[in-house]
């Protein structure tokens, strides 16, 4: 879409005709430590190399998170990340969705929201817990499934407890802000914890993980605590399948506070 508008020339006083691009309203907005985003980056990257005007808005970027509160006032709309928004008619997509969806929505369709489960599932067991433990989140969890038989694609009890599952629990985020000498202390009982949970595959070192949160403080990006979570939600997803934490994640990107 361009717009133009007439400036008086410095040269010879006439009237030049000057056209002005107007950036997209197709946009998309991530965070640093979003699974889902991730999982969307790709599917962006190609439809841009389709030919799609795509904005990739990153939200450590306070200007970015401005164009985003401004965006949810107009349409009074809430979401986390991913999400694709229209800034002209407020059409949006909450959450990671299939490339073909994101195509109809670039093609001004509206996408209806994925069904919603009625609250999280119950905790799975730790890697280790007595039988009879086991069997009581077994028996809450298949209670989870029948009241939530509208969600597609739900994992059975026993599917979960195929998978590796931390044997302790990771530790609690750092408070925001912190500075070097509270995160490397954090980072302590972090390696501790990766070192009681070696059986997981695929853990990111300590070292990977502190360099990642100083950046994010020192950039001034989103608030600390949350990324810290994000990135630990983020080791243990897909590796320890840790239900509970895959549905807490999709709520807060379907914009479930």
């Given at each position: ?94 959450g990671f969705r299939e490339k073909n969806l ?156």
């Amino acid at each position: 879409m361009t717009k133009t508008k007439e400036i008086k020339s410095q040269v010879d006083d006439t009237n030049v005709e000057t056209v002005e691009e107007e950036p997209s309203p197709w946009l998309y907005f991530y965070s640093v430590g979003c699974g889902f985003c991730k999982k969307a980056e790709p599917i962006i990257d190609e439809l841009i190399k389709e030919g799609h005007d795509i904005l990739k808005l990153d939200l450590a970027a306070k200007e970015n998170q401005e164009i985003k509160k401004q965006i949810e006032t107009e349409y009074n709309k809430s979401c986390g990340t991913p999400w694709f928004v229209n800034s002209i008619t407020g059409n949006q997509i909450c959450g990671f969705r299939e490339k073909n969806l994101i195509e109809k929505w670039l093609d001004g369709e509206d996408i209806p929201a994925p069904p919603r489960p009625n609250g999280p599932p119950p905790r799975p067991p730790l890697h280790g817990v007595p039988k009879k433990e086991e069997k009581a989140w077994k028996k809450e969890y298949e209670k989870w499934l029948k009241d939530n038989e509208h969600v597609p694609n739900l994992q059975t009890a026993e599917q979960i407890l195929e998978r590796p599952r931390p044997k302790t629990e990771p530790p609690k985020p750092p408070m925001p802000n912190s500075t070097d000498e509270q995160l490397d202390e954090w980072g302590k009982g972090y390696a501790k914890w990766v070192e009681e949970n070696d059986h997981l595959p695929n853990l990111q070192p300590v070292e990977t993980i502190l360099q990642r949160l100083k950046q994010q403080r020192d950039a001034g990006g989103p608030v600390q605590n949350n990324a810290v979570q994000s990135t630990i939600n983020q080791q243990l997803e897909q590796r320890v399948n840790s239900l509970e934490r895959k549905i807490d994640k999709l709520l807060g990107h379907l914009g479930v506070k």
